[in-house]
């Protein structure tokens, strides 16, 4: 399994941006792609960004594309998310994830996750 390590999280004014990484270690053979997801108490995991392991091909959703950005270096085998022009709707726990099954967008299907970091945004 991979080990994921998520550190950037804080408090932010909206407007602001902030860049999220996530540490991979481990058995990262034969993953096929990496990403962030979100989660508000009370509410279901969201889908934020994901990227292929091999060809950083990216995915998001329709409304967050124009605003984040989810890069990878391979080098570090860190994985980072970019997010500008933050809005307080964005406040969440943000998790970085790992899967080696192709799905790239339901976190069902992503087996390995880090711990959370919370991201507040203030109006």
């Known amino acids: 399994q991979v080990q994921l390590v998520e550190s950037g999280g804080r408090l932010v004014q909206a407007g602001g941006s902030l860049r999220l990484s996530c540490a991979a270690s481990?058995?990262?053979?034969?993953?096929?792609?990496m990403g962030w997801f979100r989660q508000v108490s009370g509410k279901e995991r969201e889908f934020v960004a994901s990227i292929t392991w091999s060809y950083n091909s990216t995915f998001y959703p329709d409304s967050l594309r124009a605003r984040f950005t989810i890069s990878r270096d391979s080098a570090k085998n860190t994985l980072y998310l970019q997010m500008d022009n933050l809005k307080p709707e964005d406040t969440a726990v943000y998790y970085c994830?790992?899967?080696?099954?192709?799905?790239?967008?339901?976190?069902?299907?992503?087996?390995?996750w880090g711990q959370g970091t919370q991201v507040t945004v203030s109006s």
């Open positions: 994830a790992a899967t080696k099954n192709l799905a790239y967008r339901d976190y069902r299907f992503f087996e390995s």
């Open positions: 481990g058995d990262t053979f034969g993953t096929k792609f």
